[in-house]
């Protein structure tokens, strides 16, 4: 069975100790998937609240930033940067969000990533809800990361 790193010997939470880690650049990619109606897809950087894209990026930049904040046991992180891109796929009525961020440090950034897509994914939902009230987040994933003791990793599909 493969330890959870986050409970110590008593199975209690249990912040993991970095301090013998060597500092390394780590990058880490997620994704996630919005659905909504095709027409919405189209017309997202002229909704009435503004540029849903726009917001959405500085949204996702901002949580992964505040990552630590968020989930108790992430060690808070100096990045050294963070990249929010968007796919629009309107006639599948999709929105692809691609986050990246990276460190050097002593250890991984895939919680920032993954943070950084949710909160954009939250904030498209946010913006673009009155023109349609079904829309989904979806397939929230880690797609890829480099660096640290584990080296590159990647999800076969991605």
């Known amino acids: 069975m493969t330890e959870l790193t986050h409970l110590n010997t008593q199975g209690e939470a249990s912040m993991v100790d970095i301090a013998g880690k060597t500092a ?25 609240k503004g540029d849903a894209l726009a917001c959405a990026r500085i949204a996702g930049i901002m949580a992964a930033k505040k990552t630590a904040e968020l989930i108790p046991l992430c060690h808070p992180l100096l990045l050294c940067k963070i990249d ?16 990246l961020c990276k460190v050097e440090g002593s250890t991984g950034v895939e919680m920032e990533a993954l943070t950084a897509v949710s909160i954009a994914a939250l904030t498209l939902h946010d913006m673009a809800k009155a023109a349609d009230p079904a829309i989904e987040i979806n397939h929230i994933h880690l797609c ?15």
Request: no cysteine; hydrophobic share 45%.
């Open 24 to 48: 390394s650049s780590r990058t880490a990619i997620a994704q996630a998937e919005v659905s909504m109606l095709p027409a919405v897809v189209a017309t997202l950087a002229h909704l009435p």
């Open 84 to 99: 929010i891109q968007f796919e629009l796929q309107p006639t599948l009525g999709k929105v692809l969000i691609r986050a």
């Open 144 to 158: 890829e990361k480099l660096g640290g003791k584990s080296g590159h990793w990647r999800r076969d599909n991605a």
